[in-house]
């Protein structure tokens, strides 16, 4: 077989339920991953496991077993195989679960899974602590006749990077293929992320589709008149008009159409919803990533080497992908408990809003000193959501957040929703907050630590229970920065410019890393990326985003996919769990980023 069709039918804990059906029926299939699992739901998962930990169910996505129940007949009869690492903290115990279901199903499955990840006992304190691991250890599974694999922790590429080694034969040592198959994983991992889900240019997509519809509507109107007409003077065959896709509304999930050479082909199921062009794709690839290296336990994958080619409708071409030795190390993720959390939001309506918000603070502030157990961190936020003269009250109206932290669970309880609830009849005129606060609830936080890849047992578990150690990488390689890149020649001095938004001439993607968020921009021509490349520089970025002002924040030129990537250390505290901003994963940044003004060249609005 010349190539290999891998699918993705979850992105996370909680994606589509029936995007597993959707992949199976919709369309040519060798394989079906789902990524389950994020630093927050190996935060949850280690919560489940300390209420229980006798439960054999727990630490692992049981709603992966259930989309198998409806499914895994459908798999079988089509002889596709299913990797998931929907294990999570307990890819044992999800084996043992998929084999019991398949018994009672009476679909003859081999069920493997893969683990050594788990370090938890190296970390005292740690509610989770677990190394990514790489593909071999998937790809031993395979090649032995597994049809459905679990792991535990594993990059989200090693699910495409197994299967894939299993497939062609490749070995430790190929790294250019092993790197394209790590950025067709990248694409694949967040599904509908790269099938036009959470696009930048969403709406010109979503009028495209639009058009598009009228104009079949206006085909189908044609042809019925066309019938009637037929059918006047005698027999005509019925007019059948082809299902319509459903747009933006319902996007189907990605599939890629990998090589022997390591090139693929991103795509999605016939007749299925969304898009699939370079910009969907060049988002994707910028989504939690950094800089030109892409470290991972396999090879280390050159983003600054990938060529991007439309290769037809819905279908964008990956390939001059490089790939250099990986690191000698494996990052470990940590979930702890990081102490108690509670929070308040007071609604201030009307004139004043600036004086009611300095009023209750002070209020607040000084009962909360006067209390046994002040909370060692207190955080205050003021959201101008009013309009004046507004028509509605919700319109006149701002909102002022205090978060407050602590070790001390009643620091943050009593203290905090007894001092807000004594302030109702004695703050500021029209006082009343969205709800009244808690008990105050724990939070986690995300670390992140390195060990050395031969300190990981790595182990695949056969389907026949043997037992095949996963050796780490024989030649590895420290990553290091690479030097900027040539940039374009700058757009003449003296254009004519204006006042716009960024997002105008430039599309963007952001998300997080531990407690780091990066945000990635392109454009969509060569004009715009040499204004953009020149224009976005490190201190504009945080004159854009003030709240980056005091952070440390890297550029990562990547010319070759017309991009800037900023990563932003700090922004998000301690992690996705803490809880600690506004947007915990900075998943509207690089939209914030897109919707500020500055001077633009009028050739490129």
């Known amino acids: 077989m010349s190539v290999l069709r891998i699918g993705n039918a979850s992105g996370f804990y909680g994606d589509r339920f029936d995007a597993m059906r959707e992949m199976l029926t919709g369309g040519e299939l060798d394989v079906l991953t789902g990524d389950y699992l994020a630093e927050l739901t190996m935060l949850i998962l280690g919560r489940d496991r300390l209420r229980d930990p006798t439960d054999r169910t727990a630490g692992y996505a049981r709603t992966f077993l259930r989309q198998l129940e409806e499914c895994l007949g459908l798999a079988h ?48 304190g740690s509610l989770a602590a677990h190394a990514y691991l790489g593909g071999f250890g998937i790809a031993a599974c395979l090649r032995e006749g597994a049809d459905i694999v679990v792991t535990g922790r594993v ?55 639009e058009a598009h519809e009228a104009h079949e509507a206006h085909e189908a109107h044609e042809a019925h008149e066309a019938h009637e007409a037929h059918e006047a003077h005698g027999s005509a065959p019925a007019v059948r008009r082809p299902p319509l896709a459903v747009g933006l509304r319902r996007p189907g999930f990605p599939l890629a159409e990998l090589h022997a050479d390591g090139t693929a082909v991103i795509t ?41 080619t439309q290769d037809g409708p819905d279908r964008v071409r990956i390939e001059g ?19 108690y959390r509670n929070e308040v939001t007071f609604v201030l309506t009307g004139l004043e809003i600036e004086r009611k918000a300095a009023l209750v603070r002070d209020q607040l502030e000084t009962a909360l000193a006067a209390a046994k157990s002040r909370p060692e961190h207190e955080s205050w936020e003021l959201v101008r959501t009013d309009h004046p003269d507004a028509p509605t009250e919700e319109t006149a109206s701002a909102l002022l957040r205090l978060v407050v932290r602590d070790s001390d669970r009643n620091a943050v309880g009593r203290a905090l929703s007894g001092a807000a609830v004594e302030l109702a009849l004695a703050s500021y005129p029209g006082f ?11 939070y986690g936080v995300f670390e992140s630590a390195y060990v050395d890849q031969g ?42 410019s ?25 454009a969509r021509t060569d004009d715009a990326w040499r204004w953009l490349a020149h224009a976005l520089t490190t201190d504009r ?27 932003v250390e700090g922004i998000l505290g301690e992690g996705v769990a803490s809880q600690h901003r506004f947007d915990p994963q900075a998943k509207g940044l690089g939209e914030w980023l897109r919707s500020r003004h500055l001077d633009i060249p009028e050739v490129l609005l």
């Open 321 to 339: 992908v490089r790939g250099e030795a990986p690191p000698p190390t494996l990052k470990v993720g940590l979930n702890r408990l990081g102490g």
């Open 455 to 496: 300190a990981v047992p790595h182990t695949a578990v056969l389907h026949d229970g043997r037992r095949v150690p996963v050796p780490p990488a024989a030649d590895t390689l420290v990553p290091r920065p690479v030097d900027e890149p040539p940039l374009p020649e700058p757009l003449p001095d003296g254009l004519p």
């Open 268 to 308: 999605k199921h016939p007749g299925t919803g969304g898009l699939v062009d370079v910009g969907t794709i060049t988002a994707q690839l910028l989504y939690e990533t950094g800089g030109a290296r892409y470290a991972g336990p396999d090879v280390t994958a050159r983003l600054d080497t990938i060529r991007l």
């Open 155 to 209: 990059t989200d590429a090693a699910l495409v990077t197994g299967p894939a080694a299993a497939h062609f034969g490749w070995g430790p040592g190929e790294y250019d293929r092993l790197a394209g198959a790590v950025v067709a994983g990248h694409v694949l991992e967040c599904g509908a992320q790269a099938t036009g889900g959470n696009y930048a240019f969403f709406h010109e997509a979503h009028e495209a589709h």
């Open 77 to 124: 009869e089509r002889g596709v195989r299913i990797v998931v690492n929907a294990g999570g903290l307990n890819p044992a115990g999800l084996a043992d679960a998929v084999r019991e279901l398949a018994g009672r199903l009476g679909i003859p499955v081999r069920v493997a899974h893969v683990e050594g990840d788990d370090l938890t006992a190296l970390h005292p």
């Open 432 to 442: 009343h907050v969205l709800a009244p606060p808690g008990k105050g609830a724990p």
């Open 541 to 567: 970025l945080r004159e854009l985003l003030p709240e980056t002002a005091d952070l440390t924040v890297t550029r990562h030129a990547l010319p070759n996919l017309r991009a800037l990537n900023f990563v």
């Open 498 to 522: 204006r006042r716009a938004p960024l997002g105008l001439v430039a599309g963007a993607r952001s998300g997080d890393k531990g407690g780091d968020a990066n945000i990635g921009l392109w």
